[in-house]
């Protein structure tokens, strides 16, 4: 019997049926700028309607989540994160996403997980008025064991030149607003599962990986809604590092982020980590998002405005003076 590369361990026919069972529902994220479809070997998309464009983008996965999503074999909030880890990124510089590329490798492709993976990134893609116009799907044998999957993508969005936020604006005495997070969104997961090893215990009346998975929040709608009224100092995505890596990012020389702990809402799953794990409250600070997926600087006279028009909105902190670039109280 001679070899093939489907002997090799690498199924083409199940990455066509990937393919069929995604590409009605990608086209749908597609609007007048996109100008071709996919197959292509590069994907297309014209610019319009700015004077001075600059283009932002950013590049992420979803580190070992992953593992949550494969093990409770719950895979449709895993491309939303995907999508929402890059999105999230480049709307801290003020950016609307334009279009957003997916990769997904494995060691064993299954068209139903694949498709359910990457129609979490065309809900979420959708939801934030981006083009998914492009991915790839890797069926890696050797690499990757069987059931095994890893996600990436990037996302490119578009700014005018004279309206980036790049935290230079940010002066003392300006207000430190957080957005409430979702829950852990995407990072801290290898803590999270080394402290939670049973995915399906009960917690709040539910499986846990059903907390555990909750998608990581989309900022772009109430982001942009403020960017339309008021103008916004700086903007910090609480990713892995949580405040104390994140917010000194955006901060200048001489700056510091105090913010008063107190005041955070922080999600009760992740004071059940933090008890279970006899985990210092620093490092919980220093891994974890505790509640805030993000951190908005404003101009003290705009702050009452920011709580007004972003509902769930609340004040942590001010912006001081200082050779220390976050304090938390």
Same mark, same amino acid.
């Given at each position: 019997m001679s070899n093939t590369y489907k002997s090799a361990g690498v199924d083409k026919e199940e990455g066509y049926k990937t393919v069929d069972k995604i590409k009605t529902a990608v086209a749908e994220t597609h609007n007048k700028n996109v100008l071709n479809n996919l197959g292509?070997?590069?994907?297309? %998309?014209?610019?319009?309607?700015y004077k001075n464009p600059v283009l =932002?983008?950013?590049t992420d996965g979803v580190g070992t989540k992953l593992k949550v999503a494969l093990d409770s074999k719950k895979y449709d909030s895993i491309g939303v994160d995907c999508f929402a880890m890059c999105a999230n990124d480049i709307l801290c510089h003020g950016a609307k996403p334009l279009f957003f590329l997916d990769y997904l490798a494995c060691g064993k492709l299954d068209s139903e997980i694949a498709a359910e993976i990457v129609m979490g990134m065309v809900n979420? &893609?959708?939801?934030?008025? &981006?083009? @998914?116009?492009?991915?790839?799907?890797?069926e890696m044998p050797g690499m990757y064991k069987p059931g095994d999957y890893? =996600?990436?993508g990037f996302c490119v969005g578009i700014v005018e030149k004279d309206e980036i936020i790049d935290g230079s604006k940010i002066k003392n005495g300006h207000k430190i607003i957080a957005l409430p997070s979702s829950g852990f969104h995407s990072n801290g997961f290898s803590l999270v599962r080394k402290i939670f090893p049973d995915f399906n215990e009960e917690f709040e009346g539910k499986p846990l990986y059903e907390t555990l998975l909750v998608p990581t929040?989309? %900022? %772009?709608?109430?982001i942009h809604r403020l960017l339309e009224e008021i103008e916004v100092s700086g903007i910090a995505h609480i990713t892995g590092g949580g405040l104390i890596e994140n917010v000194p990012r955006? @901060?200048?020389d001489g700056l510091c982020a105090t913010i008063d702990t107190s005041k955070i809402k922080i999600p009760s799953v992740m004071m059940e980590l933090e008890k279970r794990g006899n985990i210092d409250r620093l490092e919980m600070f220093g891994t974890f998002n505790m509640g805030v997926g993000m951190v908005i600087v404003v101009n003290e006279k705009h702050a009452e405005? =920011? @709580?007004d028009l972003l509902d769930d909105a609340y004040e942590i902190g001010e912006i001081t003076e200082g050779a220390e670039k976050i304090i938390l109280n």
């Open positions: 292509s070997f590069g994907a297309f %998309y014209q610019i319009a309607g =932002v983008s950013g979420a &893609c959708k939801d934030n008025e &981006c083009a @998914l116009i492009g991915g790839e799907t890797a890893d =996600v990436a929040r989309l %900022y %772009y709608k109430p955006i @901060l200048g405005k =920011v @709580l």
